[in-house]
């Protein structure tokens, strides 16, 4: 730990809770959406006040909404702690990477092999920004 200053850490840490955040609110975003169904269809049918009563109601997307917030409370504490051209390329990056694997074990999407490469790249680049 001799070249890793407390400022570092605390910026990785708070990269790490934007990762984590984010990818908790887009799972459970999407989940609440399918769950929820057609929304354009469900406008269509009765009106743009109920579809947004319908999303509103949902309490995994207000669970979602929270986790939301929260991703966006940690990325400003990362801004404040480290440069922009480091946090916000790193956390997006690594939510790439948390979110294929978030899709593949919580919503049993399929991930094809050209996304897990993709992953593997991103991880490549994220290491390259680090160092």
Do not use: Q
């Amino acid at each position: 730990m001799s070249g890793i200053d407390a400022r570092t850490i605390y910026t990785w840490s708070a990269i790490m809770f934007v990762v984590l955040t984010t990818t908790a609110g887009d799972v459970l975003l999407a989940e609440a959406m399918h769950r929820i169904g057609d929304l354009g269809d469900f406008r269509k049918r009765h009106g743009m006040l109920a579809a947004a009563r319908r999303v509103l109601a949902d309490g995994r997307f207000m669970v979602a909404l929270f986790f939301m917030a929260l991703s966006f409370f940690f990325l400003l504490v990362g801004l404040s702690w480290a440069d922009v051209s480091l946090v916000v390329p790193a956390a997006a990056s690594l939510t790439f990477i948390t979110n294929a694997l978030a899709a593949r074990v919580f919503l049993h999407e399929k991930v094809d092999k050209r996304r897990w490469i993709s992953a593997l790249f991103v991880a490549a680049g994220v290491a390259m920004l680090a160092y």
